[in-house]
């Protein structure tokens, strides 16, 4: 069972290390621990349903529109945790098909309601939950429409329906002996719909592509029609209506198959670790590995502030101390930064993305890692998220921010945006920790993942304010410093308004009139991706 006000399977917990602990007491002071609002005071607080039909395909049961209010983003966890929902759909649907889907729309056009597409409810963004004041809405569960239809063992391409989790489609696939290989760190929950409508990149995408290169086609059922996305190899049969289904974030319509591209299961899968002097010599080894197309499946450069709070999440490694006195020797001292590198694919490929690793690491002065730096990355891959529940508990916030640009902008964004976070709260004598990661790196560019923890104030409308503020600081950095709003998240409603910086007006008038031509009645996901006020012009 997944936790309602929390990351994860309520049966796995991951502690923090209490010298991770230390660390950032060190850093911004002891956490503020406060309590947590019980299930069933939140469920006798939650807004009453306001739904004025009864179909059999809606439920109204205070308990599932509660589980379907919210996703993962911090003032969703805010909004759990304190018991203060000031929205929550009106009803839950879970279609099994099509006909379903359909009779949802001619609902929801007869009676005013809007529909939120919701796959694993993971987003980051904002994506899941209306203002209050809206029309009523149900939250359109896409669990019921899961697992694996059709695989075309020729062509390598299997068909899913939108609700299918990552283990369960990496299981379905392994028994022909295939992989996806997209893997989110939300993997365990977010499912292949949300990831086409979301522009998702899994952890992989340097081997594997992101989920745009594994997206062949599939289906998109609007209010206004069908729109089937045939499967080609490639085509140049005008623009590529996929581009317009991925990264819709529910405003079209809802995707209903999602037929995608697999690769044979890899021989060897593994993660090698390297050392590097400074943040700079990173990015040089992840610029010219990517320039040279080595076959690597992730590089990871961690600044020196991520380095240094990995090293202390990983609690009391035996050796830590000798080899970092050794790094030191070899001129790798405290501004040293930890990379990251995959390694998968057959013997011959593993051979050639090591060799490729070690010679760019050299050329950079830095060191390759013992293998445990590496085996504990790869062990806490999808874990490291459950650490959001002990840090929590133990009275600290954490949220993170991303983006992407060109070589020649990411330092500086690393710069700014960890900087505006730093002194974002400093009016409130709050001090924020923050550090940050070049991944997915592309031979143009990377992206730049930043994660930052504050106290948690004692009133969590203070909490929601302070996270307010650093989150324009940070948005404000990004757009400044030319990245993107979003490399992987995608826009929600918490990014809605810096899209029309990236795209200018032209940009957002064409999206809105695709939202108006597909969905003409305005149901759809009202306020993601698009201000309404953008789409009722
Ligand atoms: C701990 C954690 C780690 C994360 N790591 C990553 C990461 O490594 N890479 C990454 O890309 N993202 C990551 N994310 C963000 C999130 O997992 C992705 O955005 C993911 O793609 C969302 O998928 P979902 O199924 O949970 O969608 P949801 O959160 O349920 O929905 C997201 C949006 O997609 C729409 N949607 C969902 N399904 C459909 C559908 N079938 N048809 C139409 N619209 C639909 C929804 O309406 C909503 O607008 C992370 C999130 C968390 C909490």
């Known amino acids: 069972m997944r936790r309602w006000n929390g990351w994860g399977d309520e049966g796995v917990s991951v502690p923090v290390a209490p010298e991770a602990l230390v660390h950032l007491e060190r850093l911004i002071g002891p ?156 993997y365990e929950a977010s499912t292949i719909g949300g990831w086409v409508a979301t522009r998702s990149s899994g952890q992989q995408s340097l081997r594997y592509g992101r989920i745009e290169s594994l997206f062949a086609g599939g289906h998109l059922e609007a209010p206004a029609g069908g729109l089937a996305l045939a499967p080609f190899p490639a085509s140049a049969a005008g623009p590529d209506l996929r581009q317009l289904v991925l990264g819709s974030e529910g405003r079209l319509g809802i995707v209903t198959e999602v037929t995608v591209r697999t690769s044979p299961r890899p021989a060897h899968e593994g993660f090698l670790a390297a050392f590097l002097p400074d943040f700079a010599h990173g990015l040089a080894v992840a610029r010219a590995l990517a320039d040279e197309r080595a076959p690597l499946s992730m590089i990871r450069v961690s600044t020196a502030e991520e380095t240094a709070t990995l090293l202390a999440a990983g609690g009391r490694r035996r050796g830590l101390r000798a080899y970092l006195r050794y790094l030191g020797l070899r001129g790798i001292g405290s501004e040293r930064c930890m990379l990251i590198a995959g390694v998968t694919g057959d013997d011959r490929t593993v051979r050639a993305a090591t060799d490729a690793l070690h010679q760019a690491v050299r050329d950079q002065r830095g060191v390759i890692g013992p293998a445990g730096f590496g085996r504990a990355w790869a062990a806490d891959r999808f874990r490291s998220a459950y650490q959001r529940n002990g840090l929590w508990d133990a009275g600290y916030a954490v949220d993170t921010v991303e983006t992407a640009s060109t070589w020649d902008h990411v330092p500086a964004i690393v710069a700014g945006v960890t900087g505006a976070l730093r002194d974002g709260l400093a009016a409130d004598g709050e001090r924020v920790h923050a550090f940050s990661h070049a991944s997915h790196v592309y031979p143009s560019g990377s992206s730049v993942y930043t994660t930052y923890l504050f106290r948690l104030a004692d009133d969590p409308d203070e909490t929601l304010r302070r996270w307010r503020i650093l989150k324009a600081a940070a948005s404000r950095a990004i757009v400044e410093g030319g990245g993107t709003i979003s490399h992987q998240h995608g826009v929600g409603r918490d990014h809605a308004s810096y899209l029309p910086a990236e795209i200018g007006p032209l940009g957002i008038a064409v999206l809105a009139d695709a939202a108006r031509r597909f969905d003409p009645g305005g149901l759809m996901n009202r306020g993601a991706l698009l201000d309404d006020d953008e789409v009722a012009r």
């Not at 919210?70 to 099509?98: C, K, T």
């Not at 203002?131 to 068909?159: H, K, N, Q, Y």
């Open 31 to 186: 956490g503020r621990s406060q309590p947590d609002a019980s299930l069933e005071e939140t469920l006798a607080r939650l807004p009453a349903s306001r739904l004025s039909v009864s179909d059999p395909l809606l439920s109204t049961e205070p308990a599932e529109r509660l589980r379907h209010a919210r996703g993962q983003s911090l003032p969703d966890w805010i909004a759990l945790r304190s018991g203060r929902l000031d929205w929550a759909p009106d009803a839950v649907a879970h279609p099994s098909g099509l006909d379903d889907i359909r009779a949802l729309f001619r609902l929801a056009a007869a009676d005013g309601t809007a529909l939120i597409p919701y796959g694993g409810g993971t987003s980051v963004a904002g994506h899941l939950t209306a203002r209050p004041g809206g029309p009523p809405t149900i939250a359109v569960a896409l669990d019921r429409m899961s697992g694996l239809g059709r695989f075309d063992e020729r062509s390598g391409l299997a068909t899913f329906g939108p609700g299918t989790i990552g283990p369960r489609l990496e299981a379905e696939l392994g028994a022909h002996g295939r992989t996806l290989g997209h893997f989110p760190q939300s």
